[in-house]
């Protein structure tokens, strides 16, 4: 399964018709999809500490929303 960006050659085969396919002329075309890059904003939230104080928790958000 194509995962990285790019464009892929895609091929339909086999279709199923339920009823069956016997009233019809399948034809098959070749066809393209492509993945673009999606932008993705990742940005620090703030924090503090004094000195000689355990690091926080440092955390982000994400813009847009990924999935998981």
Not at 25 to 44: H, K, N, Q, R, W
Not at 51 to 58: R, V
């Amino acid at each position: 399964d194509p995962t990285d960006v790019g464009t892929y050659e895609l091929t339909a085969a086999d279709a199923v018709i339920s009823g069956g396919a016997s009233n019809y002329d399948i034809t098959y075309e070749p066809g393209t999809f492509t993945i673009s890059p999606l932008t993705v904003t990742v940005t620090a939230l703030p924090a503090t500490k004094e000195y000689g104080d355990p690091d926080p928790t440092f955390d982000f958000d994400v813009e847009p929303a990924l999935l998981g």
